[in-house]
Nanobody, 125 residues
Framework: QVQLVQSGGGSVEAGGSLKLSCAVSGDAYSGQDFAWFRQAPGKQREGVAFITRYGGIVYADSVKGRFTVSRDNDKNTLYLQMDNLKPDDSGMYYC???????????????????WGQGTQVTVSS
């Protein structure tokens, strides 16, 4: 069982930055692939960034060049650095983990069995 505990988030003006963290407990950390998702009110949950256990990374087109996903294997923690934030980036952000994510389906929530509790990000114009 993998447990994910998120921290970070908050409110910022457009153009600002925020950093999200996701602490991972359990012995299975090294065998997990991780992703960040977000969900705005009335919209489907969408994949934002994906990082594999081997360090492979994919970003959604909407955040390329602005968001950076990373993992600290010494601290068992996943991060999402968000720069040049836009109002459209607002929503609940979730970290997710699974040991067998198919690369082509990284942005599908059904690929993940473990989820963080979510943290709110609000970007004002």
């Amino acid at each position: 069982q993998v447990q994910l505990v998120q921290s970070g988030g908050g409110s910022v003006e457009a153009g600002g930055s925020l950093k999200l963290s996701c602490a991972v407990s359990g012995d299975a950390y090294s065998g997990q692939d991780f992703a960040w998702f977000r969900q705005a009110p009335g919209k489907q949950r969408e994949g934002v960034a994906f990082i594999t256990r081997y360090g492979g990374i994919v970003y959604a087109d909407s955040v390329k060049g602005r968001f950076t996903v990373s993992r600290d294997n010494d601290k068992n923690t996943l991060y999402l650095q968000m720069d040049n934030l836009k109002p459209d980036d607002s929503g609940m952000y979730y970290c997710a983990a699974d040991g067998s994510v198919r690369w082509a389906l990284w942005g599908s929530p059904s690929e993940y069995n473990n989820w963080g509790q979510g943290t709110q990000v609000t970007v004002s114009s």
